[in-house]
């Protein structure tokens, strides 16, 4: 399956961007009546055909069209302090898409080594985890967030807090109910502080565990991640 990210995609033609049509043409050497899928990340899966095999604006008619294409019954948002090594934390975006999630929040804690980002780099990766992983739905990320700014905000969703201290806490599998939208804060590699903690806990956010091993960031995050998709199916 050939699949496209078209988040402007409206009526029944459409024009690939530049980069899309190089691949379409170029690499995958598509041509004129062959079929592909897009998606335009907001649930919408498509069928179409291309009419024009330019490749720097390859045109394709759209033949059949998907909403809701794979919709989930729960929604999935996880903060996480992003981790020195960059790559570790661009691992965890590509696996968390892969498995399902609806939403992530770089934050910035006591503890945190990194302190700058690259969005547009970011976006790049979760968009091709998600056609890798023939989603129709592409995974908000938000821009790096203060922690104390992030709990601040006013939440529907269950709130729990992952850390390491010795603290009496449910596993996340127990504290969690099926079909339920959560959050889920995930520290940096010297875990939150207690103060951080603390805060988090005025805040109405539960402490959990994800089990008795101790989990670097972006694994912590995709443990979390597969635990909520797993309860959910």
């Known amino acids: 399956m050939q699949l496209f990210y078209t988040p402007d995609i409206s009526g029944n033609i459409y024009t690939l961007n530049e980069t899309e049509s190089k691949h379409c043409v170029r690499v995958l050497r598509l041509q004129e009546n062959d079929t592909i899928q897009l998606i335009d990340g907001k649930g919408g899966f498509y069928r179409a055909m291309i009419s024009d095999p330019n490749p720097k604006k390859c045109t394709v008619k759209i033949i059949e069209t998907q909403k809701e294409f794979g919709k989930r019954n729960h929604y999935l948002h996880i903060a996480i302090a992003p981790t020195k090594n960059i790559d570790r934390f661009e691992w965890f975006l590509e696996k968390a898409t892969e498995i399902g999630i609806d939403e992530i929040t770089p934050i910035l804690c006591e503890h945190s080594e990194r302190k700058t980002i690259k969005l547009e780099r970011l976006e790049k990766i979760i968009i091709s985890a998600v056609k890798q992983s023939l989603k129709a739905y592409k995974p908000k990320?938000?821009?790096?967030?203060?922690?104390?700014?992030?709990?601040?905000?006013?939440?529907?969703?269950?709130?729990?807090?992952?850390?390491?201290?010795?603290?009496?806490?449910?596993?996340?599998?127990?504290?969690?109910?099926?079909?339920?939208?959560?959050i889920i804060l995930i520290g940096p590699e010297g875990d939150f502080s207690p103060e951080e903690i603390l805060n988090a806990k005025k805040a109405q956010f539960k402490e959990i565990s994800l089990g008795e091993s101790r989990l670097r960031t972006e694994t912590a995050g995709v443990i979390a991640c597969h635990t909520i998709n797993l309860l959910n199916e």
């Not at 700014?149 to 596993?171: G, R, S, T, V, W």
């Open 141 to 182: 990320l938000n821009e790096l967030t203060l922690f104390k700014d992030f709990i601040d905000k006013d939440f529907n969703e269950d709130k729990f807090i992952a850390h390491c201290e010795e603290n009496k806490k449910l596993l996340l599998k127990k504290a969690y109910h099926k079909n339920q939208n959560t």
